[in-house]
T-cell receptor, first 115, second 110 residues
Framework: GAGVSQSPSNKVTEKGKDVELRCDPISGHTALYWYRQSLGQGLEFLIYFQGNSAPDKSGLPSDRFSAERTGGSVSTLTIQRTQQEDSAVYLC?????????????FGPGTRLTVL | QKEVEQNSGPLSVPEGAIASLNCTYSDRVSQSFFWYRQYSGKSPELIMSIYSNGDKEDGRFTAQLNKASQYVSLLIRDSQPSDSATYLCAVMDSSYKLIFGSGTRLLVRP
């Protein structure tokens, strides 16, 4: 079946602009996660959705970052007034239930470059 | 701060050898552990998950977990050049998010 998909695959924007990144999880997966990976850095957790609610937003770096999930499916990560330090690969993952033995399956990522 | 530590490498092994990748974690209550493989420019791909102390084997891969020592390892037998990648150790915390190590780069020499 289809895996996690993300769009766009690449996004180049100017400092100060807003960007929206989209994630389509695997059909039927209730849990959805956003991570980011900066050049030479490890993966950093941003936010976790269980259905449409976000029980853990602890990784969002600032109030310029927000995310929503609608219909228990598609999620959008929005970054307002982008800064150069926001440049990274943004990865979305989904898992069937969000439990402690669930495997998280990653999408291909969106590479964001802020000029 | 929950931490997952890995040697960044690179770990260089000849083709056919056993590659041993190690990981330590700080959160004693962690119960779920994962190894992901990441090729350059690609997203992480799950290799193994392990939840109980001891060894878990899947083909050429063996994951080992020692919760008392807070240590997880991944052994790759009969290493192939196609195994050359960065291997990420991940520990699931109590809120179901993964805490990743910075990864170990593995190079398998033909």
């Amino acid at each position: 079946g289809a895996g996690v998909s993300q769009s766009p695959s690449n996004k180049v924007t100017e400092k100060g602009k807003d960007v929206e990144l989209r994630c389509d999880p695997i059909s039927g997966h209730t849990a959805l996660y956003w991570y980011r990976q900066s050049l030479g850095q490890g993966l950093e957790f941003l936010i976790y959705f269980q259905g449409n609610s976000a029980p853990d937003k602890s990784g969002l770096p600032s109030d310029r970052f927000s995310a929503e999930r609608t219909g228990g499916s598609v999620s959008t990560l929005t970054i307002q007034r982008t800064q150069q330090e926001d440049s990274a690969v943004y990865l979305c993952a989904s898992s069937p239930l969000g439990g402690d033995t669930d495997t998280q399956y990653f999408g291909p990522g969106t590479r964001l470059t802020v000029l | 701060q929950k931490e997952v530590e890995q040697n960044s490498g690179p770990l260089s092994v000849p083709e056919g050898a056993i590659a041993s990748l190690n990981c330590t974690y700080s959160d004693r209550v962690s119960q779920s552990f994962f190894w992901y493989r990441q090729y350059s420019g690609k997203s992480p791909e799950l290799i193994m998950s392990i939840y109980s102390n001891g060894d878990k084997e899947d083909g050429r891969f063996t994951a080992q977990l020692n919760k008392a020592s807070q240590y997880v390892s991944l052994l790759i037998r009969d290493s192939q050049p196609s195994d050359s990648a960065t291997y990420l150790c991940a520990v699931m915390d109590s809120s179901y998010k993964l805490i990743f190590g910075s990864g170990t780069r593995l190079l398998v020499r033909p």
